[in-house]
């Protein structure tokens, strides 16, 4: 009878099996913790503090990188009222979970997620559709709670539906809005022409 060898011993890959496996666990432990870290929002951080509400946010191209990145300006606090940074989660929260409990992502894309049937939301706090900065605060809230009278549909004869949005929950998407827009999200989408800046140039 014919001696297996090292190599194709049962054992030595159930052991190689146990061996990988492990150190595949400990490096998957690794990178959660290195994902959560580097998505969750802080001070200096690609997805930054929620308190960036009270700064102006707009996009220069890096040339470097070769292509747009977030700029976090001078104060223009959402509202005219500056914020805590416990003050501005909550707010920025109240936003998200409008946004989910509407199924916003059913016809929006955030972040790379969602719909295509209407316009893209990461950077909409940046549309120049909203004309100026002076008034985008205040068009956005209008539109999201009437958005059937205040509609902008391009030529494409695509409506929002009006969701029954009150004032406090569309203050609370504009916030979750224009914090999304300072997340560094590696020039997605790309090209996007952004709103004439009132300062900071």
């Given at each position: 009878?014919?001696?297996?060898?090292?190599?194709?011993?049962?054992?030595?890959?159930?052991?190689?099996?146990?061996?990988?496996?492990?150190?595949?666990?400990?490096?998957?432990?690794?990178?959660?913790?290195?994902?959560?870290?580097?998505?969750?929002?802080?001070?200096?951080?690609?997805?930054?503090?929620?308190?960036?509400?009270?700064?102006?946010?707009?996009?220069?191209?890096?040339?470097v990188q070769g292509r747009q990145v977030p700029v976090?300006?001078?104060?223009?606090?959402?509202?005219?009222?500056?914020?805590?940074?416990?003050?501005?989660?909550?707010?920025?929260?109240?936003?998200?979970?409008?946004?989910?409990?509407?199924?916003?992502?059913d016809c929006h894309t955030l972040l790379g997620n969602?719909?295509?049937?209407?316009?893209?939301?990461?950077?909409?706090?940046?549309?120049?559709?909203?004309?100026?900065?002076?008034?985008?605060?205040?068009?956005?809230?209008?539109?999201?709670?009437?958005?059937?009278?205040?509609?902008?549909?391009?030529?494409?004869?695509?409506?929002?539906?009006?969701?029954?949005?009150?004032?406090?929950?569309?203050?609370?998407?504009?916030?979750?809005?224009?914090?999304?827009?300072?997340?560094?999200?590696n020039g997605f989408p790309a090209n996007f022409p952004?709103?004439?800046?009132?300062?900071?140039?």
């Amino acid at each position: 009878m014919t001696k297996t060898p090292w190599w194709a011993s049962e054992g030595f890959w159930r052991k190689c099996a146990i061996w990988v496996t492990a150190v595949m666990a400990v490096a998957l432990i690794f990178l959660t913790f290195d994902s959560i870290e580097a998505i969750t929002a802080h001070e200096g951080g690609r997805v930054p503090a929620y308190s960036v509400i009270n700064q102006r946010i707009y996009y220069r191209v890096d040339d470097v990188q070769g292509r747009q990145v977030p700029v976090i300006g001078d104060a223009a606090p959402l509202f005219g009222q500056r914020l805590t940074e416990e003050e501005a989660e909550a707010l920025v929260t109240r936003g998200k979970l409008t946004v989910q409990s509407r199924n916003c992502m059913d016809c929006h894309t955030l972040l790379g997620n969602g719909a295509y049937y209407a316009p893209d939301l990461t950077k909409s706090w940046l549309d120049p559709a909203w004309a100026a900065e002076s008034v985008r605060e205040q068009l956005m809230v209008q539109f999201l709670m009437d958005p059937r009278s205040n509609a902008r549909t391009f030529g494409t004869e695509r409506r929002m539906p009006d969701l029954g949005i009150t004032e406090d929950e569309a203050r609370g998407v504009v916030a979750f809005l224009k914090w999304m827009s300072a997340i560094d999200t590696n020039g997605f989408p790309a090209n996007f022409p952004t709103i004439r800046q009132e300062g900071d140039r």
